[in-house]
């Protein structure tokens, strides 16, 4: 997508990206995206949020190898027969190098100190939604990750994350290595319901 693309085509094309050219990506363009995140709501507009950019080769492998290790010790099992076998391939791919190839792993944190427990996650995870349209919108790939949580206290020890400083999300950020064609999704009136539920729309 080009910058500049009217906001209903971004989130029309927004989709998980999980292979990456192998291209630098400027601080500036992480820094506008990321900025476009900081905008997103949070309850009482706590902005609990931290952002530990990676870009250091060892520690996105360090992380890829985290991600690998959740997925075969398990979330693969778990997800054969659950995904279709395209969806399958792909965050198979995606955990296996694609995801860590991308040359900025965002991790996503909260901060709990900003923000009762209660409402963390829930005040995180708009932000993370911000941060895919917005590169999305500069034709950057992206996806919302969180395979990797499943090692949690390796991720934290490997970024120096205190305690009161949660991860949620590895989000990569690159140039997309292929463009995909639209999301598929069910149609929205599918989902809508007239004053109360089960009535259709
Ligand atoms: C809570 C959540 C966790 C996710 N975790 C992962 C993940 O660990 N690995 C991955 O490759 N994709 C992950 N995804 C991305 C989904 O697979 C993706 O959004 C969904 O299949 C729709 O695909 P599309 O965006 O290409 O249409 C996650 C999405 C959400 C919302």
């Known amino acids: 997508m080009n910058p500049g693309t009217p906001f ?4 029309r094309r927004q989709r998980a990206h999980r292979s990456f050219r192998d291209e630098p990506l400027d601080d500036a363009l992480v820094e506008q995206v990321l900025e476009a995140a900081t ?8 902005q609990p949020w931290q ?9 996105r492998a360090r992380i890829g190898d985290l991600t690998r290790r959740a997925w075969e010790a398990g979330g693969r099992d778990f997800e054969r027969g659950r ?6 391939a792909d965050v198979d791919r995606g955990a296996t190098g694609g995801v860590a190839a991308a040359p900025v792993l965002v991790v996503v944190c909260g901060d709990s100190s900003f923000c ?17 349209l917005a590169a999305g919108a500069l034709g950057l790939g992206s996806a919302l990750t969180t395979l990797t949580m499943g090692f949690d206290a390796e991720l934290r020890e490997m970024l120096q994350l205190p305690d009161h400083i949660q991860p949620f999300a590895v989000v990569p950020l690159g140039w997309p290595a ?17 004053d109360r539920f089960g009535r259709g729309w």
Not at 8 to 11: A, E, I, P, S, T
Not at 39 to 46: G, K, V
Not at 181 to 193: C, G, L, S
Request: no cysteine; hydrophobic share 50%; charged share 25%.
């Open 39 to 46: 905008y997103a709501p949070s309850a009482e507009n706590s």
């Open 83 to 88: 995904l279709p076998d395209r969806l399958l």
């Open 178 to 194: 292929r463009e995909l064609r639209p999301p598929r999704r069910e149609p929205v009136d599918t989902k809508m319901h007239r």
């Open 8 to 11: 209903f085509d971004v989130v």
């Open 116 to 132: 009762l427990p209660a409402v963390l996650a829930a005040s995180v995870f708009p932000a993370v939604q911000n941060l895919l």
């Open 51 to 59: 952002f530990v950019v990676v870009r250091d080769a060892a520690l």
